[in-house]
C-alpha cells in the first residue's frame, strides 16, 4: 500500500536502495562462502562489517527520504488552478488527507460520498470566496467545491440536518 502513494522517483530510489542491499545480502550469504570458505576471515571481517552497517544504513536513510512525500502528495494536489484536496463522506464522519495546514488561495475540494445517505459539504471560516456549499451528494456520488480561502481556520461539515451534530465535521487550518 504504501508503494501505490509514492511518485515514480521515489519508487525508483527505494529499489535502487534495495536492490543493492539484498544483492550484497545474497553475495555474502550464498556466492562468497563458496569461492572462499573462510570468508570472511580474519582480515576481512571488519570491512565486512564496515559494509554492513554502511548498506543497512544507507537503506534506513532511503525508506526515511524517499518514503515520505509532501503534504501535497498525500491526498491533496497542487496545480497551477490551485490546491485539490480529496474529501470523503460517510455515516457520520469527514476523512480528509493528513494536512497540518494549507496556504491561503484558490481551493478545490473534490468530495465522493461513501456512506449510504446523502450528504453534502458545507465550509465556514474567516474568508471565504465563492460557493459556501455543495449540492447534496447521492451516495457514491462525487461533488466538487471551489473556493478561495484567505489565512485562518475553516469548518468543514455536513449541512443536512443532525449530521454535523452527530461527527460530520472536520477542521482545516489555511496558512
Known amino acids: 500500500m504504501l508503494l501505490a502513494g509514492l511518485s515514480t522517483g521515489h519508487m525508483i530510489g527505494l529499489?535502487?536502495?534495495g536492490g543493492t542491499f539484498i544483492a550484497f545480502?545474497?553475495?555474502?550469504?550464498?556466492?562468497?562462502?563458496?569461492?572462499?570458505?573462510?570468508?570472511?576471515?580474519?582480515?576481512?571481517?571488519?570491512?565486512f562489517v564496515i559494509a554492513s552497517v554502511v548498506?543497512?544504513?544507507?537503506?534506513?536513510?532511503?525508506?526515511?527520504v524517499f518514503g515520505v512525500e509532501s503534504e501535497a502528495a498525500k491526498g491533496a494536489g497542487a496545480t497551477s488552478a490551485g490546491l485539490t484536496i480529496h474529501v470523503q463522506e460517510k455515516e457520520f464522519k469527514i476523512v480528509l488527507p493528513a494536512l497540518k495546514s494549507i496556504p491561503a488561495g484558490?481551493?478545490?475540494f473534490s468530495v465522493k460520498n461513501t456512506g449510504k445517505i446523502q450528504h453534502d459539504l458545507a465550509l465556514s471560516g474567516p474568508k471565504v470566496t465563492?460557493?459556501?456549499?455543495?449540492?447534496?451528494?447521492?451516495?457514491?456520488?462525487?461533488?466538487?467545491?471551489?473556493?478561495?480561502?484567505?489565512?485562518?481556520?475553516?469548518?468543514?461539515?455536513?449541512?443536512?440536518?443532525?449530521?454535523?451534530?452527530?461527527?460530520?465535521?472536520?477542521?482545516?487550518?489555511v496558512r
Open 55 to 64: 548498506l543497512f544504513a544507507s537503506m534506513l536513510t532511503a525508506v526515511i
Open 15 to 17: 529499489a535502487v536502495v
Open 130 to 173: 465563492g460557493p459556501k456549499k455543495t449540492a447534496l451528494i447521492a451516495a457514491g456520488g462525487t461533488a466538487t467545491l471551489v473556493v478561495t480561502l484567505g489565512k485562518g481556520t475553516y469548518t468543514l461539515y455536513c449541512a443536512v440536518p443532525g449530521h454535523r451534530q452527530l461527527g460530520m465535521k472536520a477542521t482545516l487550518k
Open 106 to 108: 484558490k481551493v478545490t
Open 25 to 47: 545480502a545474497l553475495l555474502a550469504s550464498f556466492v562468497a562462502p563458496r569461492r572462499w570458505p573462510q570468508f570472511p576471515g580474519e582480515h576481512g571481517l571488519p570491512v
